[in-house]
């Protein structure tokens, strides 16, 4: 029996680029196949990593406190475990009594916001063009229908809150075990690097986690800030469902630079239903408070862990948010971030030390007038 290699079709010429190109194609088909029908487990991995990269911050904080290893690790980990079950315990039920009390009062409410003075004047300002749209926003926020569609039908959203479950049950267990095992992760990938490489690996590895850690860590503080500050404003002001705003708030507020702007808008539009002056007030304070976050809170609690132009920030978060929705938006930033300093610490200098022949100069000689 003849062997592949002995076929003479395949030694040479079209038809052997031919079959190999299309083994390269089928190999990237089925690669590309594997990695879209992981990608619900891959997202699981990352969120878990990037969790653990944003504690272990704190880590390190209480190993310079003269705490153990072990000690530092076991004190972090419990820190962690209590807020999963405090959130469990506490955050859960506010959200979802709260939010479901709101998904109800929403086609009251839209029926009092048509009844406002102010939203009378402009409509009529408009020649009443906005009086069938808020009537069919109303019609729509009272069918269930139309909810169920939003999650997929009554069985995908079944589907969704058993994943979600499990999903969040596997991010904490593999959180734990990322934060305890790191270093030993760490050293193994670091074995794997050649030895003449290593020392630099090990340094712009170390930067990029250190940066990721303290830039997560401080959003999760600078999103509690935000989050904590709205239900003040927002029950001060009387709006309604202020805890359950304020719960959507944080996870907003984590995605970078714009969140906090969604955040707003959000529950501004909300206070609407309350009163044009509510929303107003509620407006010009959380503007007021986005200034102070930016300049005052952003540079103490991140500090200059990662810096990168605004407009990569948005093309990062919409790339992100389009790939992986929610997650990808979060970990934009930093993902971005990481890049750069590859590019800024890797290959520019390995740009920079590539020499070539120089260039033949063409010297172009004058013509001289013949005398005469």
Known sequence: MARLKDLPLLHGGPFSFGFFGALGVLLALVIGAAIVSLTYALTLIFMALFIALGLYPLVRRLERWKFSRSGAVLTVLGGFLLAVVLLVRFISPILIEEGTALVRALPGSFDDLANQPWFSDLNGSVGGLLTPLVDWVG????????????????????????????????????????????EAIK?????????????????????????????LSGMVVLAFFNATFTFIVLSVAGVRYAAVL???????????????????????????????????????????YMQV??????????????????SLVLIGAMVGGTLLGLLGALIACPTTASILLIIKEVIVP??????????????????TPEPG
Do not use: C, H
């Open 350 to 367: 390995r740009q920079d030390a590539k020499t070539g022949p120089v260039p033949d100069t063409i010297v172009i000689a004058k013509e």
């Open 246 to 288: 304020a719960i959507l708030a944080f996870p907003i507020t984590l995605i970078p630079l714009v969140g906090s702007v969604v955040s707003t808008t959000f529950v501004t539009v909300i206070s609407l239903f309350t009163s044009l002056s509510t929303a107003v007030v509620v407006l010009l304070v959380m503007l007021v």
């Open 139 to 182: 019609v729509a926020a009272a069918d269930p229908n139309v909810w169920l569609a939003v999650g997929g039908g009554a069985l995908q959203v079944g589907y969704n809150l058993v994943n979600a479950s499990f999903g969040t049950i596997f991010v904490v267990v593999l959180t734990l075990y990322f934060v305890a095992g790191l």
């Open 293 to 310: 976050e930016a300049y005052v809170l952003t540079p103490r609690v991140v500090g200059k862990a990662i810096s990168i132009p605004a």
């Open 187 to 215: 050293s193994s990938m670091y074995a794997l690097v050649p030895a003449y490489r290593r020392e630099s690996f090990i340094d712009l590895s170390e930067t990029i986690a250190a940066s990721v850690g303290k830039y």
